[in-house]
């Protein structure tokens, strides 16, 4: 009825209405009666801290839950939504941040599993085969239908889900965070790749939490906070400042405020390092650079080229070859020695990119995560047998508290905490020893960005202690921003090093992607 009142007074339906949406999980309530309308032909994007809801929202959309209450309208027509089948029924496809396609199968089998004509595989591949040839061309996804998917670079495994989105004739496509492994070149192409399916007149729903991604694509944008719809404007007239006060309630510091580095004497001098793994891959093919007291170099690239190798070999988590040198002196990079214990020892603080893997123990408390690899700190010991747990906790409650942990409950289990909080609580461990040198791997990756702000003002904080910072990151964002040197790594090799000032985004993803030197 809805979609005939406004068609007969020409009015545009809306691709989507989202009416009292409700949510819970058990006392969590994840949404509150949440309403929202998507224009066809538009780039809606929805933004919100962790925990804001918005997947939930998505996964509601798609058929993965079922709302409590509240309704859902499909071009002016409400519309039941069980099971991701509903979805795809009523047109809807949905991009996620981590893909959903076998890695052993072609481009081809990928896009028609799930939607085959029928027992006979043949027809189903000649008739996709013709059609991924035609939507390829009219959308610029060029992708080689018969490459098995895990030959396939990020960008274009991506393209795959995108085409089997289109395939199944889906008019409203939801992203997922759909930059966060993407070079800025394959960022960039994405960009033209979703205008593109704009101007064929398809509805795009993208969340992501960077809001510079936000104000150069969409046209409409969302704000949820805490489980609640708190605003919806016209992206044009609003700024990420203001975005940034809506997603938090309180302004936020977007920029980084840092003063110019003062380098001291180096301490950390890398000669040749070479890492393979387990299975004979070479992951770092002779890295070689070195890194001073009061400065941050920052390491940028696209996720699996080296830089996790670097931090652990560096950390004592992996072994290497080549040389190694803290304040002059020898580091082992095998036997006795390489360890994390031993790194500690030298001075070497080590935040790792895995929080949950190698930074915490989940289902310890929060006070015996505060001391993980200093537990043999005099500080810590009531005597030759026992450790001082009062000491531990007054220790632990302080520190969760200088670095503003929520709750700051010693007493929680780590897995209590939110994934922001959780960083804090490892950041807070390694930072307040005052190390000579930091390794610190993705410090804000799934961070809201009120605790983005607080994480980047105590690295610089430390860094003007005199500590040497070696920050490794996707977000080239933070890497700009946090770094007084960058160095761009690709295929276990550093490929050129810049200054911040003398470069831009364009130049640092030609050397992520492997482009050298002067052609860079």
Sequence with gaps: MQAEQAEASGRPVPAIELRGISKAFGPVQANRDISLTVMPGTIHGIIGENGAGKSTLMSILYGFYRADAGEIFIRGRKTEIHSSLDAIRAGIGMVFQHFKLVPNFTVLENVILGAEDGPLLRPSLAKARGLLRQLAEEYELQVDPDALVEELSVGHQQRVEILKALYREADILILDEPTGVLTPAEADHLFRILKGLKEQGKTIILITHKLREIMAITDTVSVMRRGEMVATVQTAETTPEQLAELMVGRKVLLRVE???????????????????????????????????????????????????????????????????????????????????????????????????????????????????????????????????NTAIRRDAEEKMHRYDVRPPN?????????????????????????????????????????????????????????????????????????????????????????????????????????VAGEAA
């Design 410 to 514: 010693a007493a929680l289990q780590a897995k209590a905490f939110s994934g922001g909080n959780q960083q804090k609580i490892v950041l807070a461990r390694e930072m307040s020893r005052k190390p000579a040198l930091l390794l610190v791997g993705q410090p804000t990756r799934g961070v809201d960005i009120g605790a983005i702000e607080f994480i980047h003002q105590q690295i610089i904080a430390l860094r003007d202690q005199g500590a040497a910072i070696l920050l490794v990151s996707v977000e080239l964002d933070e890497i700009m921003s946090l770094s007084d040197r960058i160095a761009v790594m690709f295929d276990g090799r550093i490929m050129g090093e810049r200054l911040p000032g003398e470069t831009d985004e364009r130049e640092l993803g030609l050397l992520m992607a492997g």
């Design 258 to 388: 840092k003063t110019p580095a003062r380098p001291g004497e180096v301490v950390l001098e890398v000669e040749n390092l070479r890492v393979t793994d387990e299975d004979g891959v070479e992951r770092l093919k002779g890295i070689t650079f070195e890194l001073r007291a009061g400065e941050i170099l920052g390491i940028a690239g696209v996720a699996g080229n080296g830089q996790s190798e670097l931090l652990e070999v560096l950390g004592g988590i992996t072994k290497g070859e080549g040389e190694v040198r803290l304040a002059g002196v020898p580091l082992a990079l095998s036997g006795k020695g390489a360890d994390g214990q031993s790194r500690r020892a030298f001075g070497i603080a080590h935040v790792p990119e895995d929080r949950q893997k190698l930074g915490l123990i989940m289902d310890f408390f929060a006070w015996e995560n505060m001391i993980f690899g200093y537990h043999h700190d005099p500080a810590y010991q009531k005597n030759a047998l026992m450790m001082d």
